[in-house]
C-alpha cells in the first residue's frame, strides 16, 4: 500500500474513534462535503489540507506518519516455538507486552525496577526469535502486529489464560472506570452468530482505539483489561426447575452441554494485551 493510502487509512481510524463523520469535519474545516469525500479518496489531500486535519482532529502529523508505517501488514500470531520461549520465561514475556504497547527501552529502564543488562539481555532473545529487530541506540522494531493471537491451545494460554481471568475478575466491578454487565438469554442460531460478530467488531475497536494511543507517553495511559465472551451455557441456578423428559429423547449429560464452547474473536491474552498493559 502506498504511503498516502497509509495516512488516509489512518486519518479515517482516527475519525471513527473519535465519532467524528464527513460532514462534521467539512463542518469544522469550513469546506463542502465533496471536497472531503475527494480529499479521502486520495485525489484533493494536500500537504496543508493534512495538516488541517490533524489539526482538527488534535493530533501531530509526525504521529500520524509513525503510525501508518506502523499500520503495515505484520503477523498477528507467532510460531510455537516463539510462544514457548514467551512461556517459559516471565521476564521475556512481560517486557514483550511492554514492547506492544510501545514502551521505548528508555521508558522501560525509567519506570521499571529492571537493569540494563537484564533488559538488554531479554532484548536481544527476543531479536534472536525474530520477533523484534534490536538496532543501535536501543532501538526497538517490531516484526509482529501489536495485536497478538495467541494460539488456542499455544503455550501462553495454557500457562497464563486461566490467571488473566481469575485476576481480572478478583474483586468487584463497582470502582470508577469499571463495568461489567452478566447476561443469559434464549436466542436463535441466527442472533447468536450475529451477537459474535458485533463482539468481534467490539474487540477490534478496542485493539484500534488503543493502538491509536499508542503514540502518547506511557504516563498519559493506564493499563486496563478487557475480557468478552460468548458461548452456548445454561446458569446451573436454572436447574431448580428440572426440564419435563421428553419420551424417546436420548438424556444429554449436563456436563456435555456444559463443555460446548463458541469462540469469540482473538486469543484471552490478546485482550491481555488490553488486560495487562
Given at each position: 500500500?502506498?504511503?498516502?493510502?497509509?495516512l488516509?487509512?489512518?486519518?479515517?481510524?482516527?475519525?471513527?474513534?473519535?465519532?467524528?463523520?464527513?460532514?462534521?469535519?467539512?463542518?469544522?474545516?469550513?469546506?463542502?462535503?465533496?471536497?472531503?469525500?475527494?480529499m479521502?479518496?486520495?485525489?484533493?489531500?494536500?500537504?496543508?489540507?493534512?495538516?488541517?486535519?490533524?489539526?482538527?482532529?488534535?493530533?501531530?502529523?509526525?504521529?500520524?506518519?509513525?503510525?501508518?508505517?506502523?499500520?503495515?501488514?505484520?503477523?498477528?500470531?507467532?510460531?510455537?516455538?516463539?510462544?514457548k520461549?514467551?512461556?517459559d520465561?516471565?521476564?521475556?514475556?512481560?517486557?514483550?507486552?511492554?514492547?506492544?504497547?510501545?514502551?521505548?527501552?528508555?521508558?522501560?529502564?525509567?519506570?521499571?525496577?529492571?537493569?540494563?543488562?537484564?533488559?538488554?539481555?531479554?532484548?536481544?532473545?527476543?531479536?534472536?526469535?525474530?520477533?523484534?529487530?534490536?538496532?543501535?541506540?536501543?532501538?526497538?522494531?517490531?516484526?509482529?502486529?501489536?495485536?497478538?493471537?495467541?494460539?488456542?491451545?499455544?503455550?501462553?494460554?495454557?500457562?497464563?489464560?486461566?490467571?488473566?481471568?481469575?485476576?481480572?475478575m478478583?474483586?468487584?466491578?463497582?470502582?470508577s472506570g469499571?463495568?461489567?454487565?452478566?447476561?443469559?438469554?434464549?436466542?436463535?442460531?441466527?442472533?447468536?452468530?450475529?451477537?459474535?460478530?458485533?463482539?468481534?467488531?467490539?474487540?477490534?475497536?478496542?485493539?484500534?482505539?488503543a493502538?491509536?494511543?499508542a503514540?502518547?507517553?506511557?504516563?498519559?495511559?493506564?493499563?486496563?483489561?478487557?475480557?468478552?465472551?460468548?458461548?452456548?451455557?445454561?446458569?446451573?441456578?436454572?436447574?431448580?426447575?428440572?426440564?419435563?423428559?421428553?419420551?424417546?429423547?436420548?438424556?444429554?449429560?449436563?456436563?456435555?452441554?456444559?463443555?460446548?464452547r463458541?469462540?469469540?474473536?482473538?486469543?484471552?491474552?490478546?485482550?491481555?494485551?488490553?488486560?495487562?498493559?
Amino acid at each position: 500500500m502506498k504511503q498516502s493510502q497509509l495516512l488516509v487509512s489512518t486519518l479515517k481510524r482516527h475519525m471513527k474513534a473519535r465519532e467524528i463523520t464527513y460532514p462534521m469535519l467539512a463542518h469544522g474545516l469550513k469546506l463542502s462535503l465533496p471536497t472531503i469525500k475527494r480529499m479521502f479518496s486520495g485525489h484533493a489531500l494536500t500537504l496543508q489540507r493534512l495538516d488541517d486535519v490533524c489539526e482538527f482532529l488534535g493530533i501531530d502529523l509526525s504521529d500520524l506518519a509513525a503510525q501508518s508505517l506502523a499500520s503495515e501488514v505484520l503477523p498477528h500470531r507467532l510460531t510455537a516455538d516463539q510462544e514457548k520461549a514467551l512461556a517459559d520465561d516471565p521476564l521475556l514475556l512481560a517486557l514483550f507486552q511492554y514492547l506492544l504497547n510501545e514502551w521505548t527501552v528508555a521508558d522501560v529502564l525509567e519506570r521499571l525496577e529492571i537493569s540494563r543488562a537484564e533488559c538488554v539481555k531479554r532484548l536481544a532473545r527476543l531479536d534472536r526469535l525474530r520477533i523484534i529487530e534490536l538496532h543501535p541506540g536501543d532501538r526497538v522494531r517490531l516484526k509482529v502486529a501489536r495485536t497478538i493471537d495467541w494460539q488456542p491451545n499455544g503455550p501462553v494460554r495454557k500457562r497464563y489464560a486461566s490467571r488473566v481471568i481469575r485476576e481480572l475478575m478478583l474483586n468487584p466491578f463497582t470502582g470508577s472506570g469499571e463495568a461489567i454487565r452478566y447476561a443469559f438469554r434464549d436466542v436463535s442460531p441466527v442472533s447468536h452468530d450475529l451477537m459474535l460478530r458485533r463482539l468481534q467488531r467490539l474487540a477490534d475497536d478496542f485493539e484500534e482505539i488503543a493502538d491509536l494511543d499508542a503514540v502518547l507517553p506511557p504516563v498519559s495511559r493506564r493499563s486496563i483489561g478487557f475480557v468478552i465472551a460468548l458461548r452456548p451455557w445454561k446458569f446451573s441456578l436454572m436447574d431448580a426447575i428440572p426440564p419435563k423428559a421428553v419420551p424417546g429423547a436420548a438424556p444429554v449429560a449436563d456436563h456435555a452441554v456444559k463443555a460446548r464452547r463458541t469462540p469469540v474473536s482473538r486469543s484471552p491474552d490478546k485482550r491481555q494485551r488490553s488486560r495487562s498493559r
